[in-house]
């Protein structure tokens, strides 16, 4: 094919030039009412990223405004701001207010963020990702040259389109250098009908979106500055801070190669989440999937978190949808026992990673036959803290827990891949505690 047959790269909605930078929303002429008073202040909307996400109004007062409305101890700062240039309408609550300074007010603005008509439907929703690891998509077009950029995730009612930014490689190593947030990728949301979207509907489709980044990604990275258009021109926008981490380097399953499997799987994951008890399961383990793969709590406290992700898996798959036990039977066993079983079911091989170090050393020095149960004894050493416990706890060794970790987080990610059915390479965590780049593949 020649350059010019390729589709075009998608142009970001947002521009942001290096990591971390306040990003203007809107600027105009504001209406702020505060309790019996109202006042205009020229200023402008401002998405902040750290030290978290928040949108701030900052504005100059006129001369005219009296400070003295503003007593110091005042407790009831909260102000309704309107703007009529783009249909503005939020709430929040002042947060600095100064005479002599460049900026004299400041307010932090409430959730929901949004504006606009939200109430038309539109024929497509574009929206930007923060922090988001690199993938090798399909070739799109650049002034210059292709680039395998583009990624389509298609299901049975919509079509998501997500472009890594033509210089995702500067942007990229400028956030690894710098950290905090950087936008990587420009999307689309479209329905495969054709028909017009509603705002109900894009909003229910990228939430679970943003949960199936979490479990691609290792860390949360939910669409941003999503924006409703028709004819080109924004109908609305919602510039809520969704939840999105600081840049981390994390492991992740998901490799970077061509038969990553992600299109396919993306399929199967949109179907779980429309029942609403698989929906909360889903959003409950990849909660503590993600923070234990973080180390939120440290390697200690994460082996606890991700124990908690396995015992739900066993009671949502094995107890209640596969009925595999019943209630009693499920709470008379061992947190072993019930990974050993979702181990069984999907084929999972329970013995020690051979690439691990001090994990077997530990295992056969206690006598230990797999990995289930030298996950939960440690993990019991950890909740259980008396006296034989904590000194036991004590003697093993860092890197026995550290691999201890990455077991119970891959017991995790495999039993979801194959519950899933994904077809393709993934990354071996455990392998690649040895080896760099460690792909599997899943038949």
């Not at 047959?5 to 990591?19: F, S």
């Not at 309704?80 to 005479?99: A, D, M, Q």
């Not at 008509?117 to 929703?125: L, P, T, Y």
């Amino acid at each position: 094919m020649k350059l010019e047959d390729y589709p075009e790269i998608m142009t970001p909605i947002v521009e942001m030039k290096y990591p971390n930078e306040n990003i203007c929303l809107n600027e105009g002429i504001y209406t702020i009412k505060w309790k019996d008073k109202v006042f205009k202040s020229e200023g402008s909307l401002i998405f902040k990223w750290l030290p978290r996400l928040t949108v701030k109004f900052r504005g100059k007062l006129g001369n005219d405004f009296n400070y003295s409305w503003i007593q110091p101890f005042e407790t009831d700062l909260i102000v309704e701001i309107t703007c009529e240039n783009r249909k503005i309408s939020l709430k929040g609550g002042i947060y600095k207010i100064r005479e002599k300074e460049e900026f004299n007010i400041v307010c932090s603005i409430t959730p929901q963020i949004e504006i606009g008509q939200k109430e038309i439907n539109v024929e497509h929703v574009r929206f930007e990702i923060a922090n988001l690891r690199s993938f090798l998509g399909n070739i799109v077009r650049t002034n210059k040259s292709g680039i395998k950029n583009r990624i389509k995730f298609i299901n049975t009612e919509s079509k998501i389109t997500i472009d890594k930014y033509a210089n995702f490689l500067e942007l990229n190593h400028n956030l690894n250098e710098i950290g905090g947030y950087q936008l990587l990728y420009t999307g689309k949301l479209e329905l495969n009908s054709k028909k017009k979207i509603s705002y109900e509907k894009a909003s229910e489709i990228l939430d679970s979106f943003s949960y199936f980044l979490l479990f691609i990604n290792g860390r949360r990275c939910f669409p941003l500055f999503r924006s409703g258009i028709n004819d080109n021109y924004e109908v609305w926008s919602t510039y809520s801070p969704f939840f999105n981490d600081q840049h981390q380097y994390v492991y992740s399953w998901a490799s970077d190669s061509g038969n990553n499997g992600l299109e396919k799987i993306w399929k199967n994951f949109s179907k779980l989440w429309k029942d609403l008890d698989d929906r909360e399961s889903i959003k409950t383990i990849l909660h503590w999937y993600t923070e234990a793969n973080s180390s939120s709590g440290n390697i200690e406290g994460s082996i606890v978190l991700i124990q908690n992700a396995l015992e739900l898996l066993f009671h949502w798959l094995i107890s209640e949808k596969m009925k595999y036990v019943n209630l009693s039977e499920a709470d008379n066993l061992s947190a072993s026992a019930k990974i050993g079983f979702l181990l069984a079911f999907y084929n999972i091989n329970p013995s020690l990673p051979n690439e691990f170090d001090s994990l077997p050393k530990f295992a056969k020095q206690n006598n230990i036959i797999n990995g289930p149960e030298s996950f939960t004894i440690i993990r019991n050493c950890i909740v259980h803290p008396n006296h034989k416990k904590r000194k036991a706890l004590k003697e093993i060794e860092s890197r026995a827990k550290a691999e201890a970790l990455h077991l119970g987080i891959w017991y995790v990610e495999i039993i979801l891949l194959k519950h899933l059915n994904f077809k393709g390479t993934y990354i071996n965590r455990c392998k690649s505690l040895k080896y760099i780049n460690s792909y599997e593949e899943i038949k």
